[in-house]
């Protein structure tokens, strides 16, 4: 069966550093990759599409990469600020969407 | 421009007892997502219609759980005989398009169910 795996262990790093969550996925490889950032007691937020055949997307101080050679994404945060604290999911469409349980980021002041 | 909404926002019922969650999604989505999640866990995959059609329910028990899209009107997500571990969030999530379209989802802010 599909999955997408993420780590389940909360990442924390320090204000304005770069945070990089991964973000591997089994079986074929998705036409492209999603990534939604969620706040606790709130539904996932949109962040960033990442098409197969797009090497590296970016927006604002995000940016998400595809390695379909290692079946792996990863989305990374520049310069990150508290704010960005929260849990980022991964997921990937086929007929339905799946998602990963999702990664902790807690930045530090 | 209103975003998914869900409803009611917090839900407890006894075991035994029906929920019915609401989902109205973004105005001119015609797909609708249903997912679980409980606390440190992932979204889980529930159902997902199309206007008065289910298109794949895999991930909904096939005993008690039942959901629809009607033509007018929001999605309901229907549990019946609710048996505690029932309890957890559920996120309704809305598209413009099915199929394996690049389209992101929109999630409403989620039913929270609590089974005594």
């Not at chain 2, 009611?8 to 029906?18: K, T």
């Not at chain 2, 797909?31 to 329910?57: A, C, S, T």
């Not at chain 2, 991930?59 to 309890?87: C, H, N, T, W, Y």
Request: proline share 5%; net charge positive.
């Amino acid at each position: 069966s599909q999955k997408i795996e993420q780590n389940s262990e909360a990442l924390n790093i320090q204000e304005g550093k770069t945070a990089t969550l991964t973000c591997n996925y089994t079986n074929y490889s998705p036409a492209y990759l999603q990534w939604y950032r969620q706040d606790p007691g709130r539904g996932p937020v949109f962040l960033l599409l990442i098409r197969e055949n797009e090497k590296e997307k970016r927006k604002e101080r995000l940016k998400v990469t595809f390695d379909t050679t290692l079946k792996q994404s990863l989305f990374h945060i520049t310069a990150s600020q508290p704010a960005d604290s929260a849990t980022y999911l991964c997921a990937k469409r086929t007929y339905k969407y799946i998602f990963g349980t999702g990664t902790r980021l807690k930045v530090l002041a | 421009n209103a975003g998914v909404m869900q409803n009611p926002r917090h839900l407890v019922r006894r075991r035994g007892q029906e929920a019915r969650l609401r989902c109205s999604p973004v105005k001119g989505h015609s797909h609708v997502y249903w997912y679980r999640q409980l606390p440190e866990e992932g979204l889980k995959f529930m159902v997902y219609l199309q206007k008065e059609n289910i298109i794949d329910e895999s991930g909904m028990p096939k005993e008690r759980f039942s959901a629809e899209f009607p033509k007018e009107g929001p999605s309901i997500l229907r549990i019946q005989q609710v048996v505690r571990g029932d309890s957890a969030a559920y996120f309704c999530a809305s598209s413009p398009q099915g199929g394996q379209g690049a389209n992101e989802q929109f999630f409403g802010p989620g039913t929270r169910l609590t089974v005594l």
